[in-house]
């Protein structure tokens, strides 16, 4: 939610910072604006894409080499050039930008005006610019100061980078709540809300804690201390990222090739973590705490959007493969109710970004109460992989397009590994059935591939029902919240209603919407209920619904009574998620492309929710 990238050093830093900001445009793109130091300090911001920023700033010469850029998703104030960041000081002396919601801006504000301060936005930015500019005339302190004593008066979320044009060599950053991540060039510095702009240029980098403040000068020197002024040695992390990660490869839209990229990135999460020759499965995550886990009374894990669907196929896979209770909670929820809490149970945090606001407040009250955190993560170095106990990273590779794909399935594969693992542990599933699950797992990507196969076909369907406004997605027991998986792919990229349900449910009210104007994607792959889901889709047909059903191969029942059906791999139903999902996300991919929609950045959505 907003990017923000800075560069110092002795190359340009314009094109570097629009390079950037153009690799960080999934976490918002609602404006985006630059600010280049120099002896003094310009501005350039606009509405809309970074390309608009770039055709406004067509005829610009500046070869300075100290600058910064912002990529909004908008908070306080509409998305506007004024709103836009970077943010100047009444004096125009401070430039600032800034990611996460500074909460009492108002009063801070009310305080700024008494003393003469004029505001022209209507952000919660604007007001720590001049918080730190009132704090620096109060007592003429140099920029590092002043921002830390400002912090210092803040509540709330921030990742900010601020110049001073008294220090046009100067650059200071600081973060609570909100990524910042310090690349260590050759003779320059980077400084990014991850590390996607910085790859190109470094593989060193320093992620900043809550509560440090990072000064990066034109001498080379680095300086990290918290905010009570106590120097700090970073740590150094070398990043395993290749910029081939983070390039579109020949496809339209990242998110395209994010779902062709999942039989891979399932034998990357399962490398070494399974054998399927020998028969194990193990998880080098789990071992530090490996007793607390076995005996844990309860899981609970906590998500939002699509790490919380992952998290209810979870919940199948533990109750009823390890024989655990298993709770699971919306973050946002979770955070709020004072829920009851031991240090016996084991809180699972599932965030692809690692940053969601909700999902790190979560687990902040799960560590209060002494519960163990383990975490399911993709990025690696995030804010939720740093807070855990313990933790495993699904090892997708940078997931660019807003809605989640790759990193859903590794999810669930993660899951899986820790389901199988545990249920052997605790004795809970029988040799031969846990060496079964295990060999099926390690060729779901095979499976995925021919799933692939089904392209067409399915961008045939997608044609045929592009212009619906409904549609409802209906499975059962495991395939259940693929169902709610499937109805949020497409609500969120082509903006077309679509409900998720439980087949079952259908009669207790959905029912009602159906005609012929009703698309319902059944998802009729569990051996185990195939003729309760023969019924619910005899049920849609009576009703004129238009029936489009996920079969598995071979399937020559569902084919008579519906009107689509797309063949898929049969597999071990506690891992049909893994296949099951692979259709829906290609569906929804096709309809938002016919219907026109920007697949990779979805109107009012951001790929790293770090505000509540
Ligand atoms: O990074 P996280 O997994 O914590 O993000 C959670 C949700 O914001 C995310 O899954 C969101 O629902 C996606 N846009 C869904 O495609």
Redesign the pocket.
């Known amino acids: 939610m907003c990017g923000i990238i800075a560069y110092l050093g002795e190359q340009p830093a314009y094109p570097r910072l629009i390079k950037g900001l153009k690799r960080l445009e999934y976490r918002g793109y609602d404006s985006a604006g630059v600010a280049l130091v120099d002896q003094d300090i310009q501005v350039f911001k606009r509405k809309g894409k970074v390309s608009n920023l770039e055709a406004f700033t067509e005829t610009l010469a500046s070869q300075t080499g100290v600058g910064f850029g912002h990529t909004r998703w908008a908070t306080h104030g509409e998305p506007n050039d004024v709103n836009a960041h970077p943010h100047l000081s009444n004096n125009a002396r401070i430039a600032l930008v800034h990611n996460g919601i500074i909460e009492n801006y108002a009063s801070l504000k009310a305080t700024l005006e008494k003393e003469g301060f004029v505001f022209h936005s209507e952000t919660d930015t604007e007001v720590l610019v001049n918080l730190i500019q009132a704090i620096q005339d109060a007592n003429d302190l140099p920029l590092e100061e002043a921002v830390r004593l400002a912090l210092r008066r803040v509540v709330g979320a921030y990742a900010i980078v601020v110049a001073d044009k008294r220090e046009p060599h100067v650059l200071v950053a600081a973060r609570k709540a909100s990524p910042l991540v310090i690349g260590i060039g050759d003779k320059e510095y980077f400084l990014a809300s991850d590390a996607t702009p910085i790859v190109e240029y470094t593989n060193r980098v320093i992620y900043l804690n809550d509560e440090e403040l990072a000064v990066v000068r034109k001498n080379g020197d680095l300086e990290v201390k918290t905010l009570a002024n106590v120097p700090l040695t970073p740590y150094v992390q070398e990043l395993d990222m290749k910029i081939e990660m983070l390039e579109k490869g020949g496809y339209d839209y990242f998110m395209l090739k994010e779902i062709y990229e999942q039989p891979n990135t399932l034998r990357e999460c399962m490398r070494g973590r399974l054998n399927a020759e020998e028969g194990w499965v193990r998880l080098g995550g789990m071992e530090d705490f490996a007793s607390r886990i076995a005996h844990a009374k309860r899981f609970i894990m906590v998500?939002?959007?699509?790490?919380?669907h992952s998290g209810l196929i979870g919940e199948y896979l533990f109750e009823d493969l390890a024989r655990i209770p298993v709770e699971v909670e919306y973050a946002s929820e979770f955070r709020y109710r004072n829920p009851v809490l031991t240090e016996e149970d084991v809180v699972i945090a599932?965030?692809?970004?690692?940053?969601?606001a909700d999902?790190l407040a979560a687990l902040e009250i799960a560590k209060e109460k002494g519960a163990l955190i383990y975490g399911i993560v993709?990025?690696v170095g995030s804010s939720?992989a740093r807070l855990t106990d313990a933790g495993s990273y699904i090892h997708a590779g940078p997931e660019i397009g807003?809605?989640?794909?790759k990193?859903?399935t590794g999810?669930v594969t993660l899951l899986s590994l820790m389901a199988l693992h545990l249920a052997h542990q605790r004795g809970t599933i029988s040799e031969p059935r846990y060496r079964q699950l295990i060999s099926e797992l390690a060729v779901i990507p095979d499976k995925i591939k021919k799933v692939f196969e089904q392209d067409a076909k399915i961008r045939y369907i997608a044609g045929e029902i592009k212009d619906r406004s409904n549609a409802l997605y209906l499975g059962r027991g495991y395939n259940f919240p693929v169902a709610l998986e499937g109805a949020?792919?497409l609500k969120?990229i082509s903006y077309v209603h679509a409900e998720g349900y439980p087949a079952a449910e259908m009669k207790h009210g959905p029912i009602a919407l159906i005609d012929e104007n009703m698309p319902v994607i059944v998802i009729a792959t569990n051996r185990s209920a195939y003729d309760k889901i023969v019924s619910n889709i005899q049920e849609v047909k009576a009703r004129k619904g238009m029936v489009i059903a996920i079969v598995p191969e071979g399937d020559s029942v569902i084919q008579t009574l519906a009107d689509y059906t797309i063949e898929i791999p049969e597999t071990e139903e506690p891992l049909s998620p893994l296949i099951s999902v692979i259709p829906l996300q290609l569906l929804s991919y096709y309809i938002a492309v016919f219907r026109g929609c920007n697949v990779d950045q979805p109107r009012n959505?951001a790929?790293?929710?770090t505000v509540e």
């Open positions: 998500a939002c959007g699509t790490s919380w599932i965030s692809q970004s690692g940053e969601t999902t993709n990025v939720i807003v809605a989640s794909t990193a859903f999810q949020l792919k969120e959505l790929k790293s929710v």
